[in-house]
Each structure stands twice: as C-alpha cells, then as structure tokens.
C-alpha cells in the first residue's frame, strides 16, 4: 500500500481531532479525503506527512512507519499544504533550486527545467514568487512537491481560490500527475472530486464516514433509484404515475421525465406502457445523485 492508516487518535488537550482512523490508499490511486471544516482532514495529513505525530495507532507511507522511520517517509512523500509557504522574494528558479538542494537531488539544473515544463511555469520561470498569480504560485508549490520525485503527493486545498480558469489547468495537471503518483487530495470542490478521483473518503468529527469508489459510493447511498426518461410524445404524469413499481414520477423538460423506481426491473413496465400508448422511448438512463448529497448526508 502506498499509505496504510491504522487505529488513529489523534488528542490535542481535550479535544479527540481522529477518532480511531483507518484506511489504505493502494499506488496508482488519485483519492478526494473530504470532510467540513474542523473534521481532522489536514490533522490526518500532517501526520501522513510526518509534521505531527498521532497519540495512537499506526501510519506507514510505502512501507515505512512515520513514527520510526520519518526520514524515509519524507523522501517518498511530496506535500503541498493549503497555506503554499513560498518564499516570496526568491526567483522560481532560485527557490526550486534551494527546495532541490535541500532533498540533495543531483543535476538540479535538469530537474528544475523538467519540473518546470511538466507544471507550466515556462512564461513565469524568471520571476519573482511574489510577482505571480495564485494559479501560478500553486505551480510553483506543486513543483516543490515533485521535484524530489515522490511516490506520493499530499495535496491539501490546491485548488482554494483560483478562477475558473485556473482551476481547470490545476486539475488537469493533477490528473495527468496521478498517472504515474499516488495522490491524496483534500478539497470542499466536490466537483473537482467526481472528475478526477477514483476513491473518496468522507471524515466527519474525526471519524471515517465513507470509504469507496466515488461512483459505487454515489450508487450506494441513493435510497431510490432515479432513471430519467425521454418520449418522443407528451404524455400524462398520472399515467406514468400508474406503471406498476413506480413510486414518483415527475417532468424534468418537455417529455422528459424522472422516475423514483423500486428496483431496475420497472424498466420492463415502462417499456410496456409506451407500446400501449404508442409513444417511442427516445432514451432511459439511471440518474446519480450528486457527490455534494452524499457529503450533506453523511456529515449533517
């Protein structure tokens, strides 16, 4: 497993901020770790990151454990916090070379060229950090996280504060960057989720609340099943409303129509039903609930 966390508690004074945590992220995997705010997301991840240790339990990153073998952690894991702590007034170049001496990488004037052109910053290299945009300065963050090639990257809110625009180049690189990484990604974009994670863990009041695939977990906390269905002739809600398994029918556009089925089988009976008023059914596909229902859901 790339991370593997076990029984974590994590206590500040009084206050339980994890709860006995667990749960693994296998290589290869791009993960949403969602929570609200004061939930112990970015406890959970300065842990993982060695900034902090937990009171108990047990947390190995690539089969070293954080507690023993911090040092080792460090090199596997590239961690970019959600306060991006640059140093303003050095160039990129220069602060990417001062982060590459500090993890003794050689030939850093390569490396830096090639962190450079896998996160975009070719048009910025020569300036200021303090002169850059907060999309721009992200990059910079996200090379700093990469340039020692980690196995892991912990990204924490990378994407706060961007415009639109922005945003969509941060995810994009995210997504080409999880190729090859596993990554570990604390957003409140749920969006930003269902597009580029193949997992979501869900943590409320230090707790893990959810832990699947972001598509099975969608699935799974639906109570009913919603198919959305279009005819290519209008028709009555009282009559779709007497197909037999039905349990709500309501318009969503012109003939189109959200069905609240009991079970898959009911599309039989809707097939049936057009045949009877010679109505054609133009499409029928099951409706998935939002992942930000399954956030409300699961921590309200």
């Known amino acids: 497993m790339s991370i593997e966390v076990k029984n974590v508690t994590k206590i500040y004074g009084e206050q339980k901020a994890l709860d006995d945590v667990s749960f693994s992220i296998e290589p290869g995997h791009i993960v949403g770790f969602l929570g609200p705010n004061g939930a112990g997301k970015s406890t959970m991840m300065k842990i993982i990151t060695c900034f902090i240790p937990q009171t108990t339990g047990s947390v190995s990153v690539c089969g070293f454990d954080v507690i023993e073998n911090p040092i080792d952690v460090k090199r596997q894991v590239g961690y970019l916090p959600e306060h991006n702590p640059l140093y303003i007034d050095m160039y990129v170049k220069e602060y990417l070379d001062f982060v590459g001496g500090v993890y003794k990488i050689e030939n850093r004037t390569a490396r830096i ?177 939002s992942l930000e229902s399954v956030f409300k859901k699961l921590t309200t």
């Open 113 to 289: 060229k090639e962190m450079i052109d896998m996160v975009g910053l070719g048009i910025e290299q020569n300036k200021k950090i303090g002169a850059l945009s907060k999309g721009y300065r992200q990059r910079v963050g996200l090379a700093q996280a990469m340039i020692h090639d980690p196995k892991v990257l912990i990204l924490d809110e990378p994407t706060t504060g961007l415009d639109p625009n922005q945003l969509e180049e941060i995810r994009n690189l995210i997504k080409n960057i999880g190729k090859e990484k596993t990554i570990m990604l604390s957003t409140h974009i749920m969006q930003e989720v269902e597009a580029i994670c193949d997992k979501t863990i869900i943590i409320n009041h230090g707790k893990i609340v959810a832990n699947d695939k972001t598509q099975d977990l969608q699935n799974q906390q639906q109570n009913q099943i919603v198919l959305k269905v279009e005819f290519d002739k209008s028709t009555t809600q009282k009559d779709l409303q007497n197909i037999e398994g039905v349990i709500q029918v309501k318009n969503s556009n012109n003939n189109t129509w959200l069905f609240e089925i009991e079970k898959d089988a009911v599309r039989n009976n809707i097939f049936q039903f057009a045949m009877q008023k010679e109505i054609v059914v133009l499409s029928i596909q099951k409706e998935t609930q």
